[in-house]
C-alpha cells in the first residue's frame, strides 16, 4: 500500500501562487508515477499533471495548466509538488495526489484532496 497526504492548500487572490505538497509513504518502491487532479463542485474530477517518479521525470499536464503549473518531484522526500501560478477563480477546486504502478495501470492510490480557493 502506498499512502498520500496533501497539503500546501488554501485561499489566495487571483493572481497569486500556491504550491501543493504531497508526500508519500509506504510502498512508495512500487510507483511509476504520480499525479495530481482536482475537482470543483459539481463536477467530475479532472487530471492537471503528473510525472514519472524514476529516472527522466517526464511530465505532462493539460493545455490549462502548461503555463501556470509546474509539477516536481524531490525523491529524497518522496514528495510531490504542484506549483501553481497566476491563480484564477475557475482554478477554484479540491486537489487530489494520486499514485500509480504502473504506466498503463489505473490511478489506485489517492489522497484525502486539499481546498485551494480563489478568489477574484
Known amino acids: 500500500q502506498v499512502q498520500l497526504v496533501e497539503s500546501g492548500g488554501g485561499l489566495v487572490q487571483a493572481g497569486g501562487s500556491l504550491r501543493l505538497s504531497c508526500a508519500a509513504s509506504?510502498?512508495?518502491?512500487?510507483?511509476?508515477?504520480m499525479g495530481w487532479f482536482r475537482q470543483a463542485p459539481g463536477k467530475e474530477r479532472e487530471f492537471v499533471a503528473s510525472i514519472i517518479i524514476g529516472s527522466g521525470g517526464s511530465t505532462y499536464a493539460t493545455e490549462s495548466a502548461k503555463g501556470r503549473f509546474t509539477i516536481s518531484r524531490d525523491m529524497a522526500k518522496k514528495t510531490v509538488y504542484l506549483q501553481m501560478n497566476s491563480l484564477k477563480p475557475e482554478d477554484t477546486a479540491v486537489y487530489y495526489c494520486?499514485?500509480?504502478?504502473?504506466?498503463?495501470?489505473?490511478?489506485?492510490?489517492w489522497g484525502q484532496g486539499t481546498q485551494v480557493t480563489v478568489s477574484s
Open positions: 494520486a499514485a500509480k504502478s504502473s504506466p498503463t495501470g489505473s490511478w489506485a492510490y
Open positions: 509506504g510502498r512508495t518502491f512500487s510507483m511509476y508515477a
